[in-house]
C-alpha cells in the first residue's frame, strides 16, 4: 500500500485546550493517525500562543513539526489595517512563512494538504497543483467579523467576495456547520464541501452524586463574555442560592467571586468536571461555526440549557437534549426545571444520548473524513 502523507498548516498550538477550535483540530490529527498518515505539521509561535519544547518533541499526534516565529513586517502590517479599513479578507500569512510551507510541499511526495482558516489560503499558492488541497474553514468569517464589528458601515460585500475567492482555490472544503455550507457552496460550484462538525467519544453517564448544578466552559472570546454577563446580570439572581455552578476557562476573568460558584481557570482534563456536573448552560448572545461545548455536553449524556446561539450549526434544533431560551426567565426555568425534575432530566438526558449517537460520534464523523481522504 502506498504511503499517505499530509502536510496540514495550523498556526496554534493545538495542545493547550483552552477553546473548541483546539479541541477539533486534536480530534482531526487523531483521525489522521488512525489512518496510518504519515503528518506534517507547520504552525506558528507567538501567533495566539507558544510552542514550547515539551509540546513540540511530544509527536503523539504529527510525524514532523516546523514551527515559524509569527514576524510579518512593518510594510504587511501597514497593509493588514489598510485591508481592514477597506473591509478586505485579512491575508495573515508573511513571506519566512509562505518559503517554510513551499520548501516542505517541494520536500516530499504529499497526497494532500490542508490548511486552516481562509485568512491563510494564500499559502496554496506556494505550492503544485497536482498535490490535493483541503481548505478547514472553522468559521464563516464574513458573518464572524460583521457580527464583532462595531462599525455601522460595515463592507460585508467586499469581505464575503474575498472568502469565496479564498475557499475556491481548494479542492475540498471542510466546513463545521451544515448551515454554513448551505450558504457558502452555492459560490463555490468548484470546491466540494464535506460537512466535519465536532466528534468526541462516547462518555455517557447515569447516576447521582454530582458535585456541581451547573456548568459553564469557554474561553474568553467576546461572544463568551457577552454571555457570562448576560447570564450573571439577568438569570443568575434569579437562581436559588442552593445551586451549585462551576465556570471553566478564561471566562472566570468576568465572573465575579460568588458564595456558589466555583472558578477553575483552567483545567487540563475536563473529564471528570464533566462527570460531576448535572448540566451544562450555553448562554451564548453570537457567534458562528459549532459550538463544541454543546456538542462535548451531549458526548457525556448532559441536558444543555441554551440561547438559540449556542445550537447554531447545530443539525436539528429540537428533541436533542437542549432546553432553548433566549429570555433572562426562560433560562432561569429551563435551570430549574432539569435540576428538580427528574423525568423531564432524563428525558432529556436520553435525547442528548441519541442526537449525539445519529450525528456526532467519532465514527460518524470519520465516516464524512473518509470520503475525502480514503477515496
Known amino acids: 500500500m502506498n504511503e499517505k502523507r499530509i502536510l496540514i498548516f495550523y498556526p496554534h498550538n493545538f495542545y493547550e485546550m483552552s477553546d473548541g477550535t483546539h479541541r477539533r483540530f486534536y480530534n482531526l490529527l487523531s483521525y489522521f493517525k488512525e489512518r496510518d498518515f504519515k503528518i506534517d505539521l507547520l504552525s506558528i509561535n507567538g501567533f495566539t500562543n507558544n510552542w514550547t519544547g515539551e509540546y513540540i518533541n511530544r509527536r503523539d499526534l ?39 510551507f513551499r520548501r516542505l510541499a517541494e520536500s516530499k511526495q504529499y497526497s494532500f494538504v490542508l490548511v486552516s482558516y481562509v485568512y491563510w489560503a494564500s499559502l496554496l499558492d506556494e505550492i503544485e497543483s497536482n498535490i490535493t488541497s483541503i481548505i478547514d474553514l472553522h468559521d464563516f468569517i464574513t458573518l464572524n467579523n460583521f457580527l464583532l464589528s462595531e462599525s455601522n458601515d460595515f463592507r460585508l460585500g467586499r469581505m464575503f467576495e474575498d472568502e469565496i475567492r479564498a475557499i475556491s482555490k481548494f479542492d475540498y472544503a471542510l466546513s463545521i456547520s451544515e448551515e454554513e455550507t448551505l450558504i457558502l457552496r452555492p459560490f463555490c460550484p468548484r470546491t466540494k464541501f464535506i460537512n466535519v462538525p ?178
Do not use: H
Open 198 to 375: 465536532v466528534s468526541f467519544p462516547e462518555k455517557f453517564q447515569n447516576g447521582n452524586g454530582y458535585m456541581f448544578d451547573i456548568l459553564f466552559v469557554g474561553s474568553g472570546n467576546t461572544f463568551n463574555r457577552e454571555g457570562i454577563k448576560w447570564f450573571m446580570d439577568g438569570v443568575y439572581p434569579m437562581l436559588p442560592v442552593s445551586v451549585r455552578i462551576a465556570v471553566v476557562g478564561k471566562m472566570c476573568e468576568y465572573v465575579g467571586n460568588k458564595e456558589n460558584i466555583t472558578l477553575i481557570p483552567y483545567a487540563n482534563d475536563l473529564d471528570e468536571i464533566y462527570k460531576k456536573s448535572k448540566i451544562i448552560c450555553c448562554p451564548l448572545k453570537g457567534g458562528t461555526g459549532l459550538k463544541v461545548k454543546v456538542v462535548e455536553a451531549m458526548s457525556y449524556g448532559k441536558p444543555v440549557v441554551t440561547t438559540s446561539w449556542g445550537l447554531t450549526g447545530i443539525i436539528q434544533k429540537s428533541n436533542n437534549g437542549c432546553l432553548l431560551a433566549d429570555t433572562e426567565k426562560g433560562f432561569s426555568e429551563a435551570i430549574l426545571l432539569l435540576l428538580n425534575d427528574r423525568n423531564e432530566y432524563r428525558k432529556n438526558q436520553s435525547r442528548a444520548q441519541d442526537f449525539f449517537c445519529q450525528y456526532y460520534s467519532t465514527s460518524i464523523v470519520y465516516k464524512e473524513l473518509d470520503t475525502v481522504f480514503m477515496g
Open 62 to 100: 504529527f510525524d514532523c513539526i516546523t514551527v515559524c516565529n509569527w514576524s510579518p513586517s512593518i510594510k504587511e502590517q501597514f497593509k493588514r489595517a489598510l485591508n481592514i479599513k477597506r473591509g478586505c479578507l485579512q491575508d495573515f500569512s508573511f513571506p519566512s512563512l509562505r518559503k517554510k
